[in-house]
């Protein structure tokens, strides 16, 4: 099955999807990401003992900035009047870094999936930011929308094994 790209026209130039025509709805997204680090740079972050910061509430802040800025960021997005962001920030089960989960609501006519991702991105590059001057070899990995719903495609939630 080939999918039509929604930000294409029939010749394939890139264009803004017209979404005058849609509906108002709720729409709430949820997307999550990882950083991974060494013991000691976790250990120094939850004590709040790094220079630059309180890094856990500045990469929070700053993951909610971001998703206001989304449509500055990303080509073809449209600005959005958003009703909340969220971006909670937790150790890793395994003890090797931090989760990064946040979400993003609108009611409106198109959907807050990249509000939610460029949230996350953002956070997560904070916090690597504010921890770098003691670890350099921090890892972000796993970005990815988990959960959608709203709009004409409905709700759909990320398979929880991949």
């Known amino acids: ?38 013991p000691g740079t976790l250990q120094a ?37 958003l009703n909340d962001v969220q971006v909670d920030i937790r150790s890793r089960e395994d003890g090797k870094g931090l989760d990064v989960e946040t979400s993003a609501k609108t009611t409106g006519k198109t959907g807050v999936e990249m509000e939610a991702l460029t949230a996350c991105s953002v956070a997560l590059l904070t916090l690597y930011d504010m921890a770098k001057a003691v670890d350099r070899g921090m890892v972000m990995s796993e970005v990815r929308l988990v959960a959608k719903s709203g709009g004409a495609s409905g709700d759909w939630t990320a398979d929880s094994s991949a």
């Open 1 to 38: 099955m080939t999918a039509k790209l929604s930000h294409t026209d029939a010749s394939g130039k890139a264009s803004m999807v017209d979404v005058s025509a849609k509906p108002e709805t709720d729409r709430i997204a949820r997307a999550r990401g990882s950083i991974l680090m060494e």
């Open 45 to 81: 972050i939850q004590e709040n003992r790094l220079k630059k910061g309180d890094v856990l509430a500045t990469a929070r802040i700053a993951g909610v900035m971001a998703a206001k800025k989304t449509h500055d960021l990303i080509p073809l997005c449209h600005p959005l009047a």
